[in-house]
């Protein structure tokens, strides 16, 4: 079986059981957690040490969770460990937290600058996005001065590039190819 048949099964399930109990906003932070603390390295390490028993590492985890997770968040991940799948659990983690995205209409949008947005006009473009795809809109910024200027924008699957970067790497192609056809 796949990595993404895993991941995907396992959220299933832990989607529909909390969706059943009504505690899906509870479950989606702990999902968010458990994708945080999977980007510690010392983390990574601990899932996926096949010297580390499993019984250690779910009393690893109970250790320093506990307490800010959900009972069936431990329970999904007692289980987890328990088949020898916790390599998966940054995975499962994050199919979930896009099923409860999904479930919930909101749609991840992302847009790249040069130089951090003003607020405002951040939230223009959540309304306008908003407004064009009939969907709740989650806009995370990123500020990345190698695009020079403009703005990139993803929606879903859809891209929107028009950073200074682009366009003055598309010129600079035009003009290599009518140098060499001249």
């Known amino acids: 079986m796949n990595e993404s048949k895993i991941s995907v099964r396992y ?31 010392e983390f990574r390490e601990l899932i996926a040490s096949p010297i580390i028993l499993p019984s250690k590492k779910t009393k690893i985890i109970h250790n320093t969770l506990g307490e800010n997770l959900d009972a069936l968040t431990l329970s999904l991940i007692d289980l987890v460990v328990k088949n020898g799948r916790e390599s998966y659990l940054p995975a499962i983690a994050r199919v979930f937290i896009s099923q409860t995205k999904e479930h919930k209409g909101i749609t ?3 847009l790249t600058t ?5 607020e405002k006009i951040k939230k223009q473009i ?12 989650e806009l995370k910024e990123i500020v990345d001065d190698n695009i020079i200027g403009g703005f990139m924008l993803r929606i879903e699957d ?25």
């Not at 959540?126 to 809109?137: P, Q």
Request: proline residues 1%; charged residues 30%; glycine residues 0%.
């Open 11 to 41: 959220s299933r399930a832990l989607f529909l059981s909390a969706l059943n109990k009504n505690i899906l906003d509870r479950i989606y932070r702990d999902m968010i957690l458990i994708s945080e603390i999977s980007a510690i390295p």
């Open 158 to 182: 859809k891209y929107i590039d028009a950073s200074i970067r682009t366009k003055l790497n598309k010129i600079k192609k035009e003009l290599l190819a009518k140098t060499l056809t001249d």
């Open 126 to 137: 959540a309304d306008f996005i908003s407004d064009s795809f009939k969907t709740k809109v």
């Open 108 to 110: 991840e949008t992302i």
């Open 114 to 118: 040069a130089v951090k947005v003003d």
